[in-house]
T-cell receptor, first 111, second 112 residues
């Protein structure tokens, strides 16, 4: 049982480049989330989805877009990367309750 | 505006002793609270939770206490073990299926 899988695990971008982070879950969960973790800031919610075809903004949505075309996948896009987006990104999923299951993270550096 | 706060970035405890990690929140609408544990290079994993209708929940060596009037919760680990060394995040949500808001995390170091 793979749980929540994030790809890639590491990425280095130049300022202005674009990229997409992929999250896949095999637990048939309705809810999916993207968080970023920064030193001293904890985990901050970027965007989330409460079901296929739906998305909503979290605490820090600016500079990111998301799509949930399939129930098992949740994509996070950076259209024009900035150094402030250097972070560790975590995807999570949950059934329609409180307990989140997290992926192992993506380390992104924007130079 | 940090709704969930963990004011201690780090905590060092001797093996066998009690570890107490604290968390404060400001939103009185929060009704469910969770603790997550995170090892380096891994994603956070669920540890223990508590509903606002309770003031204590216990699971083995881990106990979470909730003081609603003080808007404060704490995680007690007894006895602490070196394998407990990790970053601990508290989290809270305001309604069923609502988004989880996390604190900044506390790095626990348990020394042999």
């Amino acid at each position: 049982n793979a749980g929540v899988t994030q790809t890639p695990k590491f990425r280095v971008l130049k300022t202005g480049q674009s990229m997409t982070l992929l999250c896949a879950q095999d637990m048939n969960h309705e809810y999916m989330y993207w968080y970023r973790q920064d030193p001293g800031m904890g985990l901050r919610l970027i965007h989330y989805s409460v079901g296929e075809g739906t998305t909503a903004k979290g605490e820090v949505p600016d500079g990111y877009n998301v799509s949930r075309l399939k129930k098992q996948n949740f994509l996070l896009g950076l259209e024009s990367a900035a150094p402030s987006q250097t972070s560790v990104y975590f995807c999570a999923s949950s059934p329609a309750d409180e307990k989140l299951f997290f992926g192992s993270g993506t380390q992104l550096s924007v130079l | 505006d940090q709704q969930v706060k963990q004011n201690s970035p780090s905590l060092s405890v001797q093996e066998g002793r009690i570890s107490i990690l604290n968390c404060d929140y400001t939103n009185s609408m929060f009704d469910y609270f969770l603790w997550y544990k995170k090892y380096p290079a891994e994603g956070p994993t669920f540890l223990i939770s508590i509903s606002s209708i309770k003031d204590k929940n216990e699971d083995g060596r881990f106990t979470v206490f909730l003081n609603k009037s003080a808007k404060h919760l704490s995680l007690h680990i007894v006895p602490s073990q070196p394998g407990d060394s990790a970053v601990y995040f508290c989290a809270a949500r305001a309604n069923q299926g609502g988004k989880l808001i996390f604190g900044q995390g506390t790095e626990l170091s348990v020394k042999p």
